[in-house]
C-alpha cells in the first residue's frame, strides 16, 4: 500500500523552527515529486512547497519564501520541510503528497497519494 507518513510537528513559538518528515513506503520516491501542502483552521488547503523528481527544482508559495526549505533523501525514502523564523500564520496540518513524473518541474495538482498530516501550531 502506498503511504506517506509525516513527522515533526509540534508546538513551537514564533521565530522558532521545526523540520517536517515525510516518510515514503509502497511506490519508489525517485520517481514522484513531492509537495508539502498545509490547510489552517478556518481556511482552504494550500500548497506550500514541492520539489520535483529529479532533485533540480523547488517551489515555494510567496509566504514561506526564504523561511522554508524542502529536500529530499531517495536513500532514505524521505523529503523534508526545514521551516525556520516560523510565524502564527504558519499554524496548520501540514501534508505531504506524491505526483508521479515532474521530472522538470513541479506543482501543486494531481497529487495521487497523500498522507494524513502533522499538526504545527506556532504560538507564544
Known amino acids: 500500500q502506498e503511504q506517506l507518513v509525516e513527522s515533526g510537528g509540534g508546538l513551537v513559538q514564533p521565530g522558532g523552527s521545526l523540520r517536517l518528515s515525510c516518510v515514503v513506503s509502497?511506490?519508489?520516491?525517485?520517481?514522484?515529486?513531492i509537495s508539502w501542502f498545509r490547510q489552517a483552521p478556518g481556511k482552504e488547503r494550500e500548497g506550500v512547497a514541492c520539489?520535483?523528481?529529479?532533485?533540480?527544482?523547488?517551489n515555494y508559495v510567496d509566504d514561506v519564501q526564504g523561511r522554508f526549505t524542502i529536500s529530499r533523501d531517495t536513500a532514505k525514502n524521505t523529503v523534508y520541510l526545514q521551516m525556520d523564523s516560523l510565524k502564527p500564520e504558519d499554524t496548520g496540518v501540514y501534508y505531504c503528497?506524491?505526483?508521479?513524473?515532474?521530472?522538470?518541474?513541479?506543482?501543486?495538482?494531481?497529487?495521487?497519494?497523500w498522507g494524513k498530516g502533522t499538526l504545527v501550531t506556532v504560538s507564544s
Open positions: 503528497a506524491a505526483e508521479l513524473g515532474m521530472y522538470y518541474l513541479c506543482d501543486y495538482d494531481g497529487m495521487e497519494y
Open positions: 509502497g511506490f519508489s520516491l525517485d520517481h514522484y515529486a
Open positions: 520539489i520535483n523528481t529529479r532533485d533540480t527544482y523547488t
